[in-house]
């Protein structure tokens, strides 16, 4: 692996929600790409404003952008979630998205914004951290198997 990437990790605002977006349908391009069953709905831009413009501020959710100079680079969504009423003491975080530029891909990039989902889930009270993974996406289950 190369040098790491000098890139700064910033909570997003809600005026680059653009930005979030973008990323957010490059990742689900690709995934769809991998399985048809990851393909986004319709509407989907204006679902994800609704989620993110309700938790973007809150405790219970993380939503990151990488920044090279101006330009976002990678992106990583989180989302709390508390213990069932069979499990109540279970905290556990979602990775719901984690996404690099291809071009960024191999710099350290990916690994930085997966420490700081763990020192964030960590300082939640989570147990543990789930995700789901396009299971034709080799290189992102072997990435995810490197991080635990």
């Not at 653009?18 to 957010?24: I, Q, R």
């Not at 984690?98 to 710099?107: I, K, T």
């Not at 700081?116 to 147990?127: D, I, K, L, N």
């Amino acid at each position: 692996m190369s040098a790491q990437l000098d890139v700064r990790l910033e909570p997003v605002q809600l005026e680059q929600f653009s930005a979030l977006a973008t990323l957010f349908e490059k990742l689900h391009d690709f995934n769809t790409s991998l399985n048809e069953k990851f393909a986004l709905a319709p509407n989907w831009r204006e679902i994800l404003y609704e989620q993110f413009s309700q938790t973007y501020q809150s405790d219970s959710a993380l939503w990151l952008l990488a920044w090279k100079e101006s330009q976002p680079v990678g992106l990583l969504i989180l989302q709390a979630r508390a213990g069932s009423s069979l499990f109540p003491h279970s905290q556990s975080v979602e990775l719901v998205a984690l996404y690099v530029e291809a071009e960024f891909h191999g710099n350290g990039l990916a690994q930085q914004l997966m420490q700081a989902a763990q020192t964030w889930a960590q300082s939640h009270g989570a147990s543990y951290m789930h995700l789901y993974v396009t299971a034709q996406n080799d290189r992102a289950r072997a990435f995810y198997r490197r991080c635990g």
